[in-house]
């Protein structure tokens, strides 16, 4: 193991959505992520950044664009489970996206690890909104 590589993070993921303008539509004009970048790429193709408001893993919105990938978008897990939205305040945040119109799955239900509940954006992919049970809370 000493060979292993150090120093490494996941800084982004990519997403599938059908084109770009619903994408930046939902996660910036719904969920209020900061938009960090949309740079033509020349031929239809843009590198579309956006990035929730407390930092974290950025997200690559990229338009399908072959028949598989359009298969793909909102079901790039499967089914499950996909994105991890962590909150500091899930009461407000859930009532800011139900006044979004945002689509929640699901009430919202306290669990050993915290308050979640499952949202859908537009395209299929399941999100759990998430407050973490504090380290030594009960």
Known sequence: ??????????????????????????????????????TDMGGGKRWVRVRPKGGGVEMLLARAVTNEQRAAIGNQSGGRVFLFLETDDFDRDHAAY??????????????????????????????DLIQPVANGSS
């Open 98 to 127: 139900v006044a979004a119109g945002v689509t929640f799955l699901e009430a919202p239900r306290s669990e050993p690890y915290g308050k979640v509940v499952v949202m859908q954006d537009p395209f299929g992919n399941k999100w």
């Open 1 to 38: 193991m000493a060979d292993m590589p150090r120093g490494q993070r996941i800084t982004a993921l990519s997403l599938l959505v059908p084109d770009y303008e619903p994408g930046i539509g939902f996660y910036v004009g719904k969920l209020g992520f900061d938009p960090l970048e949309d």
